[in-house]
Antibody, heavy 120, light 113 residues
Framework: EVQLVESGGGLVKPGGSLTLSCAAS????????MTWVRQAPGKGLEWVGR??????????DYAAPVKGRFTISRDDSENKVSLQMHSLKAEDTAVYYC???????????WGQGTLVTVSS | DIVMTQSPDSLAVSLGERATINCKSS????????????LGWFQQKPGQPPKLLIY???TRESGVPDRFSGSGSGTDFTLTISSLQAEDVAVYYC?????????FGGGTKVEIK
């Protein structure tokens, strides 16, 4: 069974930093593109960014609102993907979902999400 | 960037009746070398993460009831629930994964009339 478990969310002040982690199991992690999607309270889904496989150079892509502030990385030895967030703004407040692409869409499987609140 | 536009924003359908959700992309998401539309549909029930229902515009994910179907090509797509069940109450999103930045539609809330 595919499992994605996010951790690291919490309350952070504007301008602060936070790192989210996602532990993956139940599939061949090396073969998956890993993506972060967020959802602000009461709002729709917003793609944050993704990281491709090691054999593809672990290439990353980011949405414009987070480019230069967020960094996605992966550790295939630990089946883990991380989202480093810097210079956080109030508008970054959201539930952050970790997703895995197994060749169907970019987000075939989803974690339960972790809430990040940016507030003073 | 590709903009995804869903309609309607919400709809109320009687149990057993058909529900139809539309999704339009600002440019084609059809990739001709693979003959595939890079379009997915997701279902999000209250308090839960989204779940993939349909990929490549019309392929049902394993375990998804056959009352859910996807159709369309290029820029115009439809998700149909042929006979609405109580457990189908949810928000439905389309997403293009043809090009970065990937993008979702605004969502369609489906309720029981």
């Amino acid at each position: 069974e595919v499992q994605l478990v996010e951790s690291g969310g919490g309350l952070v002040k504007p301008g602060g930093s936070l790192t989210l982690s996602c532990a993956a199991s139940g599939f061949t992690f090396d073969d998956a593109w890993m993506t972060w999607v967020r959802q602000a309270p009461g709002k729709g889904l917003e793609w944050v960014g993704r990281i491709k496989r090691k054999i593809e150079g672990e290439t990353t892509d980011y949405a414009a609102p987070v480019k230069g502030r967020f960094t996605i990385s992966r550790d295939d030895s630990e089946n883990k993907v991380s989202l480093q967030m810097h210079s956080l703004k109030a508008e970054d407040t959201a539930v952050y979902y970790c997703t895995a692409g197994h060749g169907m869409s970019d987000s075939d499987s989803w974690g339960q999400g972790t809430l990040v609140t940016v507030s003073s | 960037d590709i903009v995804m536009t869903q309609s309607p924003d919400s709809l109320a359908v009687s149990l057993g009746e058909r529900a139809t959700i539309n999704c339009k992309s600002s440019q084609s998401v059809f990739y001709s070398p693979r003959n595939k539309n890079y379009l997915g549909w997701f279902q999000q029930k209250p308090g839960q993460p989204p779940k993939l229902l349909i990929y490549w515009a019309s392929t049902r994910e394993s375990g998804v009831p056959d009352r859910f179907s996807g159709s369309g090509s290029g820029t115009d797509f439809t998700l149909t629930i042929s006979s609405l069940q109580a457990e189908d109450v949810a928000v439905y999103y389309c997403q293009q994964y043809y090009s970065v930045p990937l993008s979702f539609g605004g969502g369609t809330k489906v309720e029981i009339k």
